[in-house]
């Protein structure tokens, strides 16, 4: 998975057709990293 922040938006690019199955925690981790790249725009 790519993260890019651009502007206002942040774009998660991933290959086509790849899916992802998270546990709670990597989902909390997963939004504390997209908070943390917001907050450097």
């Known amino acids: ?3 890019l922040v651009e502007n206002d938006r942040v774009l998660l690019v991933t290959p086509p ?10 989902t909390r981790r997963l939004g504390s990293l ?8």
């Open 1 to 3: 998975m790519t993260v």
């Open 17 to 26: 057709g790849e899916t992802a199955v998270m546990s709670a925690t990597q």
């Open 34 to 41: 997209l908070d943390q790249a917001t907050a450097k725009m």
